[in-house]
């Protein structure tokens, strides 16, 4: 392995309960009885994906635009209220990785401006020389576009790169780029269908860094 790409919110940031709550709210307001449950489907894929299946299937009057601005707004409260929140461990690994020379990536389906804020917020932008957002790519996830982009931009092929995911649509996205996936089921919250990765931990904070390096090792 030559390099690695993580996603970013509920791998490196602790947001998914932004987009969570915000959503389920968002349809309670306008009288649609969906369980935060609803939701979690949409873990992993674009703004524009998982409003265009809401407004079809609530029969939503607005734009998608009009949806993911009003989300955008409410999360954003949400951040300033309690900060941008890291996962456990993951800003020491990735300090761990940067200072070791491994290649870094950041491939995200959210907006490429909110994925520059988050990593500098949390002290991690010196440490990534490549983001590529949802918004550079032509298919979303569980479409592989996003992880072979970003390994191209690092100057590799995909199947030369680990990518660290915790969702299904994003491991599946990782696993039909040929990369070796490794899935953060994270304690925190629900249990995703993580069956397309190679192999799976609950704690960034556990891995053994000088047996991950041994990955890397040229041989």
């Not at 949409?42 to 409003?51: I, N, P, Y």
């Not at 490549?130 to 590799?156: C, T």
């Not at 790169?161 to 899935?183: M, P, Q, W």
Request: aromatic residues 10%; contains cysteine; glycine residues 6%.
């Amino acid at each position: 392995m030559q390099a690695v790409l993580f996603d970013m919110d509920g791998v490196l940031v602790d947001s998914e309960y932004t987009y969570l709550e915000t959503k389920t709210q968002m349809l309670q307001d306008r009288g649609i009885d969906k369980d935060e449950s609803y939701q979690y489907q949409f873990m992993g894929t674009t703004h524009e994906h998982m409003w265009q299946v809401m407004k079809d299937e609530c029969q939503l009057p607005e734009t998608v635009a009009f949806y993911i601005q009003e989300m955008n707004q409410r999360r954003h409260d949400m951040i300033a209220r309690d900060g941008v929140k890291p996962i456990k461990g993951v800003v020491d690994f990735v300090k761990a990785l940067h200072q070791a020379g491994l290649p870094l990536a950041v491939a995200s389906s959210s907006p490429r401006s909110e994925i520059e804020h988050f990593m500098e917020e949390l002290g991690l932008d010196h440490c990534f020389q490549v983001y590529v957002s949802g918004e550079e790519v032509d298919h979303s996830k569980p479409a592989p576009d996003i992880f072979i982009e970003a390994a191209q931009q690092l100057g590799f092929s995909a199947d030369q790169c680990v990518v660290f995911e915790d969702t299904k649509n994003g491991s599946l996205a990782a696993h039909r780029s040929r990369a070796y996936t490794i899935g953060f089921d994270n304690p925190d919250y629900p249990s995703q269908d993580l069956s397309a990765a190679d192999e799976l931990i609950s704690d960034f904070s556990k891995i053994n860094l000088a047996d991950f390096l041994k990955r890397f090792e040229q041989k």
